[in-house]
């Protein structure tokens, strides 16, 4: 079986810069692994998920997910095995306004095997998973919380191997973080896909068997075992 995750010699650095953001030489992910990386704020973490996910290019290096190497493909065939084979999790949601809950779940099922005609039901059956049972409200009008809900049912919608949350609890008080945390981490253990989770919170490290700083990664530091 692929790995979830591989990453081999990976390196990135931003345009009229001489060091690199992003250095891995090798990180692998197992099928239904969970994974915590950590970083100081500006240290590469949110910069590392974006070329996992093939919302940038590296300058060098190979990220497969599921066996397929993620900038080998192009354009709509891209955007299509993302839409796929990786959930997202953002720090800011990234709820598009003036959509509902449902709407948004919607969406995210069109690169999924689920017939257009049992979207509506299935979105609202994810929604109701996540313990959101307002499906037509629009996101706005839902606390943060509820909005959280609505990102990791997205994150879900097309059963992906890989979840990939980029400091999901940061913009929320700690009371609403750990349910956040609690939710997100028995999706992703629901559907079998892999989690890989940043953070600078130290509070996270608890909840992960396998911990790696990204100095680690660089070999700069020793990794974090559990």
Known sequence: M?????????RFRYPNTTADVVRIDRFTLASGEQALLTAASGEGKSTLLQLVAGLMDPGHGFIRVDGTDVHGLHGAKRDLFRGTKIGMIFQTFNLLQGFTAAEIVMMALKFSPVPKGEHRARA?????TTGLDTPDREVTQLSVGQ?????????????PVLVLADEPTASLDPETGEAAMDLIQETCRSI????VCTSHDPAMASRFERRESLGALRGETASQGA
């Open 2 to 10: 692929a790995a979830a995750l591989d990453i081999t010699d990976l």
């Open 124 to 128: 609202v059956e994810l929604l109701s």
């Open 147 to 159: 909005q959280q809900r609505v990102a990791v049912a997205r994150a879900a919608a097309t059963s």
């Open 192 to 195: 079998g896909a892999a989690l």
